[in-house]
């Protein structure tokens, strides 16, 4: 266990310190004011016009980095900072958020994949760390095979919930790309604004690298403890 730990705590540190340098780059470019003077949420309804979508919302959420689209009711949602204001920052949280409502309407395949998984994900890596470690106490205490088939289960949600944050890169990397492309085509922002852009969105980016290599990390680890040892 303690190597888990030790495991644990190195990827909790880097997740901290892309977190952080995440919040220090858009708390740098939301001082960098847009010339066209357009706000999160006049990006947002721009670009959703600009690629045909009229079904969807767009409208405020409380909290800071809480923006997000909801296929479910259609909507994308802005934190109150991005929605009102008029820089840098806002212009490519709202275009990033835009990019999952394009996707949507286009039925992009990884997008559609990982909605898919969300029901089953949701319910399942909540559990599976402790159907591991419960497997394990069980099959070591009784002795018998019972343990082990537990903790196999768990393995595979949390191989499930692995598989959720690999699928969820392309889904997100491909929302950046869509925003600083059309960022660039509809000329939204000049070329410091758009460095500033595309700088916030690759760090943004990164929040979600990490994440899936820490969940690909415990996978391994807790795997290891599963299938390494001796089966009764």
């Excluded at 768990?154 to 790309?177: H, K, Q, R």
Aim: net charge positive.
């Amino acid at each position: 266990m303690i190597g888990y730990y030790i495991l644990i705590g190195a990827i909790g540190l880097v997740s901290w310190m892309v977190s952080n340098k995440l919040k220090k780059k858009f708390a740098f470019y939301s001082k960098v004011q847009l010339q066209n003077g357009m706000s999160g949420k006049e990006i947002a309804e721009k670009m959703l016009a600009d690629n045909g979508i009229y079904d969807v919302e767009v409208i405020s959420t409380p909290g800071k980095l809480t923006d997000h689209y909801n296929p479910k009711n259609k909507t994308v949602n802005l934190s109150e900072s991005v929605y009102s204001q008029r820089n840098a920052a806002s212009a490519a949280v709202a275009a990033h958020e835009c990019g999952h409502a394009v996707q949507h309407a286009q039925a992009y395949s990884w997008l559609q994949m990982r909605s898919t998984l969300v029901p089953m994900v949701s319910v399942t890596s909540g559990m599976s760390q402790w159907l591991i470690i419960g497997g394990l106490i069980l099959g070591g205490a009784a002795g018998v095979g019972l343990g082990w088939y537990v903790a196999v289960l768990g393995v595979i949600f949390m191989g499930m919930a692995t598989v959720f944050s690999f699928i969820t890169l392309p889904v997100e990397y491909d929302a950046s790309n869509r925003a600083l492309a059309w960022l660039k085509a509809k000329n939204m922002v000049t070329p410091e604004e758009y460095k500033g852009s595309e700088d916030a969105l690759k760090w943004a980016a990164r929040t979600y690298l990490v994440a899936a290599i820490g969940a690909l990390a415990s996978l391994m680890y807790w795997a290891l403890q599963v299938f390494g040892g001796s089966r009764d």
